[in-house]
């Protein structure tokens, strides 16, 4: 991450805000397909 952050053209603040909204992201796609998976188990 450090390596990407170097080659950024972009201010450290705006790279911090990216690489949070990304991870915000992530953790919503993982706990729909999580939240999605129950669902369809149960009503299986």
Same mark, same amino acid.
Not at 4 to 26: M, Y
Not at 34 to 41: D, K, M, N, S, T
């Given at each position: 991450m450090e390596e990407i952050k170097k080659l950024s053209?972009?201010?450290?603040?705006?790279?911090?805000e990216i690489l *949070?909204?990304?991870e915000n992201?992530?953790?919503?796609i993982l706990?729909?397909?999580l939240i999605v998976?129950?669902? *369809?188990g149960a009503l299986g």
């Amino acid at each position: 991450m450090e390596e990407i952050k170097k080659l950024s053209p972009v201010e450290e603040a705006h790279n911090r805000e990216i690489l *949070q909204v990304t991870e915000n992201t992530i953790k919503a796609i993982l706990w729909g397909t999580l939240i999605v998976a129950l669902v *369809q188990g149960a009503l299986g």
